[in-house]
Every structure is written in structure tokens, then in C-alpha cells.
């Protein structure tokens, strides 16, 4: 077999993976988040379909394929149907560069256990949640609805003033590790993880991770007690599926990094490296889920507010000072 | 301090989430836990009958005028005898909304709710009751209670002659 079939297969099969784990694990994420919050609310949430509600999933997918696919009148046909899937990909997309395991030998080579390990990682992870705004915005200007408008502004704008943040708060890990490749950042965090190193940082970009997956105290983009569901009023059938898998895919990308940047990747003792990571993103999800069930919405204004006033001159103080104490620790 | 007590205000409600998280919850599941509804629960509607196992329905008509939603429908007929009754009596569960004002409005305490609540079909026109489906051989709430005992037979000739009556006075013989 000659030497560029192996590599093509390897990446193939490691590609298939993610996307198997990754689409099952955002399935799985639905049930999960509805089963927490039912407990958090003294219900058991779904526990009929299969045992313990375990092909919730299923039946959700089942009911969602077979519904009528609605377009509303005058809408943007095209604009229409790219939107969800914008959503859907760049949320996929944004997993090639997270590495999930130390480097592996597999037929007397080393694979590195990511799917490309870009040396400008954590660009091409801005870069794309950057991307991720247009199928809020396309979406809703698409739809011909004041809600989905409506919607469609806000989150763009509110995203737009998070992902500032959010890329201001990885400032300080780049220049603690050294390098823009996320498996850099892992293995700089061998003896502390950055969220001990600096809780600052760690605190902002989850914040403004959250604000950035459009969940709950950040969810203006959809209000549904105001806006009816948001961007994706207009959207039926799979449509609305992908914008709402988008979402949990999201918010296993969005585990994933703060794993990567903050919770020190793969790195634990005992367990294999790739539980490790797993219960880290889990605890991250879990986390997310957790906050949902307990914060409310913020005012429009209160989120504008928090993010220009507070998160962003706090993270340029917090480049300011780390970039600072980097220096006098050389000397 | 303003900025302790937001902190203090966004940091408490997630002990409160977890500490509910881990108690038991409060789900009846329903097919598997069947709780018994009280007593006086509205739902499905029976026509009773009184202590002599007569029908206690004299067909008046008041239960389908107050009824809201018109499921209620039924003819009139009389016996020899002059007791009025339902020659045939139907309600519709598929329109009836379990308001009760029937109970309420029948003079005869003939028409009754139960708590049998769980009696859906997979077809709305089996839903439709007639009187064999509604009459029980029972005085449901009040079993002692019967009208016939004091009204609603027509009137005999001679008068007098029912039970509770007595024969019409000669006003001559009561003079003073």
C-alpha cells in the first residue's frame, strides 16, 4: 500500500470518528440537558421512549425528518436553506483542530490523534466561530419574519461583541504556551492548567463562551417568551434540526476548548489521556446545562453593558498584566 | 456593597439547582402510578336511579340547556302510568368538557359526574354514549333520594291518587 493511501485512510477514518462521536454526543446532549434540567426541576424528563428515555434521540430524529419543510412566502430561498447548514458545519468544522489524545503508533507510524493539527489553531478556531454568526444573521434576515429579524440582529451583535472577548481572553494562553497550535497549549499545561495559572482569563472566555453558544442567561438571539423562537421562527422539519444540533455540536466544540485552553487537554493521571478528555468536556457541558437551569435571561442592555464595560476592558487588563509578568519572570 | 450582593445573588442559585437536582421528583408516572381522584371529581357522566330502580331521568331537558357545549341530546316520552322518561338519551364525551353544570342543573339528581376519567377511544363517534352506556343501577351520590316520591307523575283521575296526595277537599265540608 503505497504510503499516501495510509495517511489518506488514517485521516479518513480518524474524520469518521469525530463525526460519529460528535453528532451522537450532541444527540446524546439534548437528552442529557433535558433529563438535568427535569431533575433540576423536580420532574424525570423524557423516560418513555426506550429504556430510562435512552431513544429519545431517535424518535426526535424520526419526527423531525418526517415533518413538512416549510418555506415561508417571499423568503430568500437560498439564503433560506444555506443558513442552517452554515450553522451546522461551522460548528463541525471547528473540531478539526482540537486534539483529543497524545500522538498514538498505528502500523509503525505515529498519528497524531487530531485531525489537523494547524499551527495556527486557535486562529482557524476564532475564524470559525466568527463564521458561525452568519447562519444566525442569514438565517434571520431570511426567514421575511420581524421575530427572525429580530432575532438574527441581536445575536449578530451580541456575538460580534462577545467574540471580542472571548479572543482577548485567549491572548493570555497563547502568550503563556507559546504557540498557536492547540496541542502546544495542552502539553504547556503539563504541570498547571491555565484555569489555575489565570482564573481571569478562564472566567472571561467562559462567559464569553457562553455568550457565544447563544445559551441561556445569553440567549436574546431566540428569547422565546419575546421573540417566539428567534432566528429560527420560519424554520421547520430538519431545518430547525440543524440549527438546534448546530447548537449542541456548539457546545461540545465550545467543552472542547475550554478543555484545550484552560482545563489541560488530555493531561490526568490514571485514567487513558482520551477519558480524560471526555470527562472534561462532559464537566464542561454538564456546566453549561447546570447554568441554564439556574440563571435567567439578561436584559438586552444588561448583556451589552457586561460585555463593553466589564468582560472586555477586564481581559485587555489582564493581556496587559500577563504579558507583564511573563516579561519579569525572563528577566 | 452593591457588586458583593450581584455576586452573591449569581453564585447562590446554582446550590439551590444542584441541592433540587439530587432530591426525588415530585412525577406521578402516570400509567404505571394511578392516583384515586376525590370523590367529587368531573369526569365521565352516568344517569343514576332511585331506591325502586326507576329511572330517575324524567327528560326535562334542563341538563342539554345548560350544557355549554350541546353534547347533551335526548326525546321525551311518557308511561301509562304518566311518568315521564328519556326515550332515548345520548351524550357526546368527544364535545363534552366535564363542566358539570348538567350535575348541577338536573332537578332529579338523575344525571351525575364520576371520577372514572380515563375512558378515551380511537374513534370520536364511539365516544357518543347512549342511554344503555350511561344508565347505572345505582343512586350515585344521594342513593335515598327520590323525586318521584313528590312529583313529576302526571296527574291521576281521580285526583288524589298518588302517593303523598291526598283526595281533593270538599269546601263545603270545611266551612267554619
Given at each position: 500500500m503505497p504510503e499516501w493511501l495510509i495517511t489518506l485512510t488514517l485521516i479518513l477514518v480518524k474524520l469518521g470518528l469525530v463525526f460519529f462521536v460528535l453528532l451522537t454526543g450532541a444527540a446524546y446532549?439534548?437528552?442529557?440537558?433535558?433529563?438535568?434540567?427535569?431533575?433540576?426541576?423536580?420532574?424525570?424528563?423524557?423516560?418513555?421512549?426506550?429504556?430510562?428515555?435512552?431513544?429519545?434521540?431517535?424518535?426526535?430524529?424520526?419526527?423531525?425528518?418526517?415533518?413538512?419543510?416549510?418555506?415561508?412566502?417571499?423568503?430568500?430561498?437560498?439564503?433560506?436553506?444555506?443558513?442552517?447548514?452554515?450553522?451546522?458545519?461551522?460548528?463541525?468544522?471547528?473540531?478539526a483542530v482540537v486534539p483529543f489524545s497524545p500522538p498514538i503508533t498505528l502500523f509503525g507510524r505515529e498519528v497524531p490523534m487530531v485531525v489537523c493539527d494547524l499551527n495556527i489553531g486557535v486562529l482557524y478556531f476564532l475564524g470559525l466561530s466568527s463564521l458561525a454568526v452568519y447562519g444566525v444573521a442569514l438565517g434571520g434576515w431570511a426567514s421575511n419574519s420581524k421575530y427572525a429579524l429580530l432575532g438574527?440582529?441581536?445575536?449578530?451583535?451580541?456575538?460580534?461583541?462577545?467574540?471580542?472577548?472571548?479572543?482577548?481572553?485567549?491572548?493570555?494562553?497563547?502568550?503563556?504556551?507559546?504557540?498557536?497550535?492547540?496541542?502546544?497549549?495542552?502539553?504547556?499545561?503539563?504541570?498547571?492548567?491555565?484555569?489555575?495559572?489565570?482564573?481571569?482569563?478562564?472566567?472571561?472566555?467562559?462567559?464569553?463562551?457562553?455568550?457565544e453558544s447563544k445559551r441561556i442567561p445569553f440567549d436574546l438571539p431566540e428569547a422565546e417568551n419575546e421573540l417566539v423562537a428567534g432566528f429560527h421562527t420560519e424554520y421547520s422539519g430538519m431545518r430547525f434540526g440543524l440549527f438546534f444540533v448546530g447548537e449542541y455540536i456548539n457546545m461540545m466544540i465550545l467543552g472542547a476548548m475550554i478543555t484545550v485552553f484552560f482545563l489541560g487537554g488530555w493531561l490526568g493521571p490514571w485514567l487513558p489521556p482520551i477519558v480524560w478528555?471526555?470527562?472534561?468536556?462532559?464537566?464542561?457541558?454538564?456546566?453549561?446545562?447546570?447554568v441554564r437551569g439556574t440563571l435567567p435571561r439578561l436584559r438586552y442592555d444588561q448583556l451589552m453593558h457586561f460585555g463593553w464595560k466589564v468582560l472586555i476592558p477586564l481581559s485587555l487588563l489582564n493581556v496587559v498584566v500577563t504579558g507583564a509578568v511573563l516579561l519579569w519572570r525572563q528577566g | 456593597m452593591n457588586l458583593w450582593r450581584d455576586i452573591k445573588g449569581t453564585v447562590q442559585p446554582f446550590w439551590v439547582t444542584l441541592r433540587n437536582m439530587l432530591r426525588r421528583p415530585v412525577t406521578v408516572r402516570y400509567p404505571e402510578q394511578k392516583r384515586t381522584p376525590p370523590p367529587r371529581y368531573r369526569a365521565r357522566i352516568v344517569l343514576t336511579r332511585d331506591p325502586d330502580?326507576?329511572?330517575?331521568?324524567?327528560?326535562?331537558?334542563?341538563?342539554?340547556?345548560?350544557?355549554?357545549?350541546?353534547?347533551?341530546?335526548?326525546?321525551?316520552?311518557?308511561?301509562?302510568?304518566?311518568?315521564?322518561?328519556?326515550?332515548?338519551?345520548?351524550?357526546?364525551?368527544?364535545?363534552?368538557?366535564?363542566?358539570?353544570?348538567?350535575?348541577?342543573?338536573?332537578?332529579?339528581?338523575?344525571?351525575?359526574?364520576?371520577?372514572?376519567?380515563?375512558?378515551?377511544?380511537?374513534?370520536?363517534?364511539?365516544?357518543?354514549?347512549?342511554?344503555?352506556?350511561?344508565?347505572i343501577n345505582d343512586g350515585g351520590k344521594d342513593r335515598e333520594y327520590n323525586f318521584y316520591r313528590h312529583a313529576g307523575i302526571g296527574v291521576v283521575n281521580p285526583r288524589g291518587g298518588n302517593d303523598d296526595e291526598y283526595g281533593p277537599v270538599d269546601v263545603k265540608s270545611n266551612l267554619p
Open positions: 446532549l439534548v437528552l442529557a440537558e433535558r433529563k438535568l434540567l427535569g431533575r433540576m426541576q423536580l420532574r424525570y424528563g423524557p423516560n418513555r421512549v426506550g429504556p430510562f428515555g435512552l431513544l429519545q434521540p431517535l424518535a426526535d430524529a424520526v419526527k423531525l425528518l418526517t415533518k413538512e419543510d416549510f418555506i415561508p412566502a417571499q423568503a430568500d430561498k437560498f439564503v433560506f436553506f444555506v443558513a442552517p447548514g452554515l450553522a451546522a458545519v461551522t460548528a463541525l468544522l471547528a473540531f438574527g440582529i441581536r445575536g449578530l451583535s451580541q456575538l460580534i461583541s462577545y467574540e471580542l472577548a472571548m479572543g482577548l481572553s485567549l491572548v493570555p494562553v497563547v502568550l503563556m504556551a507559546r504557540s498557536f497550535s492547540l496541542t502546544d497549549i495542552v502539553l504547556a499545561q503539563q504541570s498547571v492548567p491555565f484555569a489555575l495559572l489565570n482564573p481571569l482569563a478562564f472566567l472571561i472566555f467562559l462567559v464569553s463562551v457562553a455568550a478528555f471526555l470527562l472534561k468536556v462532559l464537566a464542561v457541558a454538564f456546566f453549561f446545562i447546570w | 330502580g326507576g329511572e330517575r331521568c324524567v327528560a326535562c331537558y334542563l341538563c342539554s340547556a345548560a350544557c355549554p357545549v350541546d353534547c347533551i341530546s335526548m326525546q321525551a316520552a311518557e308511561a301509562p302510568d304518566g311518568r315521564r322518561h328519556a326515550a332515548w338519551f345520548r351524550i357526546n364525551f368527544a364535545r363534552c368538557i366535564y363542566c358539570g353544570l348538567c350535575a348541577e342543573a338536573c332537578p332529579t339528581l338523575a344525571i351525575q359526574m364520576t371520577p372514572d376519567f380515563a375512558f378515551c377511544k380511537d374513534e370520536p363517534l364511539r365516544l357518543v354514549y347512549e342511554k344503555e352506556d350511561l344508565l
